[in-house]
């Protein structure tokens, strides 16, 4: 099918810890995995992303990782900030881009 | 500005009127996509043009939403006689060239409530 599976849907971390999502997908014909991150009021804005013909892509504190045997895929951030508290959507797809369903991300000071 | 811009970015309607959102992709983009985002979730894909032309509009969810990008720049997403269940985020994606896997750059959306 279409979807994407994310978990989890809320993540608390302490400030300085690392944050990791993951996400699942079923269609094999996907190639391009982006990564959002949202701010409330705000549209979706692309932090980092990754194509099916590469493992692991780094930038910085983020990161994601990619297993296409296995159909997932996730997204890492290290030494977290209060500034990375946001919604977190991963996607998937060529044009048509299919979305998770989000994690809200808290970085407790 | 350099990015997408949406407008207006909140809309009120009474059930039944019609509505217009009008969104300016970044200059040179050839790729428009349209996406609903109800509250809560993640944003959901209505349609997609490439220059002018209406490559995929598999994802509107009835004959009353159409859209349109007659010369290729400036996009029209237009709701007749609204509902309820209209009510959510609308965003515009562009991407600069017209095969996929490229990044998709949202705008920060039209909120339209139908009372």
């Known amino acids: 099918g279409e979807n994407v599976e994310q978990h989890p849907s809320t993540l608390s971390v302490q400030e300085g810890d690392s944050a990791v999502i993951k996400c699942t997908y079923s269609?094999?014909?996907?190639?391009?995995f982006p990564w959002y991150k949202q701010e409330l009021g705000k549209g979706p804005q692309l932090i980092i992303d990754i194509r099916s013909n590469v493992g692991e892509k780094k930038d910085q504190r983020i990161a994601v990782t990619l297993n296409k045997t296995a159909k997932h895929f996730s997204l890492h951030i290290t030494e977290t900030q209060p500034e990375d508290s946001a919604v977190y959507f991963c996607g998937r797809g060529a044009q048509k881009l299919v979305f998770g369903q989000g994690t809200r991300l808290t970085i407790n000071p | 500005g350099a990015g997408v811009s949406q407008s207006p970015r909140y809309k009120v309607a009474k059930r039944g009127q019609d509505v217009a959102l009008r969104c300016d992709p970044i200059?040179?983009?050839?790729?428009l996509f349209w996406y609903q985002q109800a509250l809560g979730q993640g944003p959901e894909f209505l349609t997609y043009?490439?220059?002018?032309?209406?490559?995929?509009k598999s994802g509107l969810p009835s004959d009353r939403f159409f859209a349109e990008r007659p010369e290729g720049s400036v996009s029209t997403l237009k709701i007749q006689r609204t509902q309820q269940e209209d009510s959510a985020v609308y965003l515009c994606a562009s991407s600069l060239g017209a095969g996929g896997n490229q990044p998709q750059h949202f705008g920060d959306g039209t909120r339209l409530s139908i009372l």
């Open positions: 200059s040179g983009h050839v790729s």
């Open positions: 043009f490439q220059n002018e032309a209406q490559l995929d």
């Open positions: 269609d094999s014909a996907s190639n391009y």
